[in-house]
Each structure stands twice: as C-alpha cells, then as structure tokens.
C-alpha cells in the first residue's frame, strides 16, 4: 500500500534530484582523463557493489545464470549499456546542460512507444499535444546546427547521439512492461548492472591505454560519485520512494533533474546557459507535464522514468511490478 509522502520522502526526492542532475557535470569532469568506455565501465562496477551490498543486506540474492536472464541481458543492453554509452561520447561534443536538457525528452518517447506497441494503453488529445510540445524543444537545440549538415558537425552527432539514448531507455521501458518477468526490483536492478558491466568490459579494458595517469583528483572524485551516488545510492534511494510514497510521486523527479543539470552545468562548470537551451528546457518540461496531465485525465499512467542518468534497468526493476495501467 502507498504511504502518504513525509518531509522525508521529499528530502530523498531532492537529493535524487542533485545526484542524477549533477551526473552530466560528473561526466564531462571525468572524461577530461577517461575514455567514455572506461568512465561507463567504472560507474557501473561501483553502482553495482552498492546494490550488490543491498542485496546481501535485504537477504536476497541473484538467481544462477539460466535463460531466466535473457530478459536481464535485453533490459542490460538497452537500458544501460547504449545509453550510457552514448551519452558519455556525446559529452566529448557537447556540454552537461544540453545533455540533461535532451534526457528530459525520455517520458515523452515512452509514450509515443507505449501508444504504439501496447494495445491496452489509452491516449488524450492532450497527451499527443504534449509531443508537439516536447519535440519542438529538442528542434528548438538542434536546429542551430542542422544547417551545416552532419559532415565536420561533431556537436550535432553529439545531440543526435544523445536522443538516440533517450530512444534506447524509452524502447528498454517499453520492452520491460511487455516482456520482463515480476521479479524483486533489487534483484532485476543488481543483475542487470552486472550483465551492463560485463558488456562494458571488452572495449574499456582496450581503452585503458587512453587513461590519463596519474588521474587528476577532479576526475578521480567524479568517478565516485558517478558510481557510488549517481548510480548506486541513487538506485536503492528510488526504490525506497517507489516502494514508500509510490512511482506518481516518484515521478516528479523527472521535472527537477534537467533544471537541476542545467543550474550544475552554470555554476559548476561556468557553461554559458542561453535562451535556446532555457526555451527548449521549458517546452521539453511543459510536454512532459501534459502528457501527465492528460494521462491522469484518461486514467492512464506513463512509466515514472526519472532519469537517463541511473541504470535504466532500476527504473524498470522498480516501475514493472508497481505501476499498470489503472483500468486493469
């Protein structure tokens, strides 16, 4: 049963805020002495400790490897692996608040997707307004560089890159809802961040020679935090919520993570924040905050994706057995 939200669950909410609003800054001060397969490979080995130290601290435990896992290793590929990978090469090219701003598009591609692939859910005019919304702020950021086409444009594969991983994590919710078994959200989560590492591992191990040594303290504290906060803490944070106050609440983070990356990417990284990425930021939350509104309306509920900066196998772990559709 869903308790009623404390002032505890509202702190916990604003500290997943920070934690996945401040990753891009992480990213961008990391991959100044790390290649974006080792950043990725170390950030899931760290996050996956933590919750592998949440497993054994609840009393669970991972299954042996089986076909069981075949769902595991699909949610581990789109759901982690591409998009992380891809965010952190696009941060070669482009700055933390642009990336952050273009993640927020990740709810609004999740219902696209849903309307699409899953007959039992149900749509509002207002929801298929939100995309007009929502989609005209990611044209909005990458217009600026669509003239001078793809050839020499490194920014522009940078954002493209960057909507291709949002694709990937709203592809991997949709696939969840459809195809993963209920299991625990820990174990689905710790699992999934193993296999995700496993996959990282061939082409970090080939790039360890790209490694900056001795690493920089700036870079050696942001791969830290990536992984043991950004990832780790932050996952077992966002099932206490869903579990608590319930995933609608839980979904409000979706709201505060962009500003907060683009507020991060200002003060931490003296990035010039412009009235594109402002207006885009703002259209991108308005579509998001319409589709909500129109689901609610319809008596249907978007995943509560948060983030694109956590596994999204622990958005899925916790959002498959918590949230259906409500006319079920």
Request: glycine content about 8%.
């Amino acid at each position: 049963m869903q308790q009623r939200a404390t002032i505890k669950d509202w702190f916990v909410l604003f500290s997943l805020t920070i934690f996945w609003g401040t990753s891009f800054v992480f990213n961008e001060l990391a991959l100044a002495a790390v290649p974006p397969s080792v950043l990725v490979m170390v950030r899931l080995l760290l996050g996956f400790l933590v919750l592998l130290a949440a497993l054994l601290a609840s009393r669970q435990g991972l299954p042996r490897p089986s076909r069981a896992w075949l769902p595991w290793l699909v949610i581990a590929l789109l759901g982690t692996f591409l998009p992380m990978r891809l965010t952190a090469w696009a941060q070669l090219f482009i700055g933390s608040a642009e990336t952050g701003v273009l993640m927020a598009i990740t709810p609004l591609m999740v219902f696209a997707l849903s309307w699409i692939f899953l007959p039992q859910e149900r749509a509002s005019g207002w929801q298929f307004l939100s995309l007009l919304f929502g989609f005209a702020g990611v044209f909005l950021l990458v217009a600026g560089d669509m003239p001078s086409g793809l050839r020499n444009n490194p920014h522009l594969f940078g954002l493209l890159a960057v909507l291709v991983a949002a694709f990937c994590y709203a592809m991997n919710s949709v696939y969840a809802r459809r195809f993963a078994a209920s299991q625990s959200p820990l174990v689905l989560a710790t699992g999934t961040m193993l296999l995700a590492s496993l996959l990282t591992a061939p082409a970090a191990l080939a790039d360890l020679s790209m490694v900056l040594w001795p690493l920089p303290l700036s870079a050696v504290v942001a791969l830290l935090m990536l992984g043991l906060v950004s990832t780790g803490l932050a996952s077992v944070l966002y099932f206490r919520l869903v579990q608590g106050p319930g995933p609608v609440f839980t979904a409000q983070v979706t709201y505060g993570v962009p500003a907060w990356a683009v507020l991060a990417a200002a003060w931490v990284l003296q990035e010039p924040i412009g009235t594109r990425i402002l207006l885009g930021l703002a259209l991108i939350l308005l579509g998001v905050a319409l589709t909500e509104w129109g689901g609610r309306r319809s008596r249907w509920r978007a995943l509560p994706l948060a983030d694109a900066h956590a596994s999204g196998a622990t958005r899925v772990a916790a959002a498959v057995p918590a949230v259906r559709p409500v006319s079920k």
